[in-house]
């Protein structure tokens, strides 16, 4: 019976395979021993992310401005560019002196007195005619005492007879008919203004004829009543002349001007106390009234020996 029992036991290592047999899983590798991995349920698939891609704009066009037509006033190219010209309709009649100096007689019979700057000399003296009427480019002055206005003659705006220099052939210049006698255009700093006597002084800064040198300033009185900021604004003005004055007809606040460096009182540095200290040393050693207890003082001077005959003092 045991041994019947043994080797029925051990048939299954006799008996043959069977024809189908079920298929074995495959061995998974072997792990290190100091590295255990959990079997885990496997995760559902996940949907595949959908990456939006935003069309590339175009860049807008930027609509350009058409060129302007060659004046003689031409728009300013800063918001903040000083500058004082105007347009003068008149005769010029020079002294008998001097070509340079002279007046311009208006087309209301106003003579203004006139320079002209060397720029202009030539065309006067070989392609103006004296005796007729031309638009005269000027820079407006006026005095500081009486008040007076003064024109430099810059230039001649007559583009039907005379070339101008740096003229676009593709467009035509204003002609001279179409402009405005009288008008000026005055943008600078405001740094007077006295509603009762509707004055108005424009402080406008002139560039350097040189890298090296400071910018130059020159002052026009303006005569009119405005609202709003003006002292110590930057202002557009569009003025007319009327005879000898030069009446604002209307303005525009461009905004207020940048802070001044404050500066020391006194207007220079203040002495070290290296060189303080010398010069209470020459001074013998007197205390100032700012300088500390313990200074000492000047010495006091040694009396003098009493000679024959003088008079003790007894008080």
Known sequence: MSSS??????????????????????????????????????????KPEIVKVEAKREPEAVEEKPPERPSPIPTPSE????????????????????????????????????????????????????????????YPRTGQKDGKLHLQIVGVWEPETLHQSGEDSTLTPIPSSEVEDGYFSVRGE????SEERECIIVKIRQSPRKQNQPPKFFKVQLKGKLEGKLLRHFWDFQVLRQGEELVVQGGEDIGPMPPK???????????????????????????????????????????????????PNTQ
């Open 190 to 193: 405001v740094i007077f203004y």
């Open 79 to 138: 918001p903040k560019q000083y500058r004082a010209i105007g347009l003068v309709r008149g005769r010029y009649v020079p002294s008998e002196e001097q070509l340079t100096r002279g007046d311009l007689l208006t087309a209301d019979e106003t003579p203004v007195q006139a320079v002209l700057l060397g720029r202009v000399m030539s065309l006067v003296k070989n392609h103006v005619d004296l005796d007729r009427e031309h638009v005269w480019v000027v």
């Open 261 to 311: 460096r404050r500066q020391k009182k006194g207007g220079g540095r203040r002495p070290s106390q290296h060189f303080k200290g010398k010069e209470r040393e020459g001074r013998g050693g007197r205390r100032s009234p700012s300088s500390p207890e313990g200074t000492p003082r000047r010495p006091s001077r040694t009396p003098r020996p009493r000679r024959a005959g003088d008079v």
């Open 5 to 46: 029992s043994h080797s029925f036991s051990n048939s299954n290592d006799t008996v043959s395979p069977a024809l189908n047999p079920p298929p074995t899983p495959p061995q998974s590798e072997s792990l290190p021993s100091d590295r255990t991995e959990t079997l885990q349920r496997p995760h559902p698939p996940r």
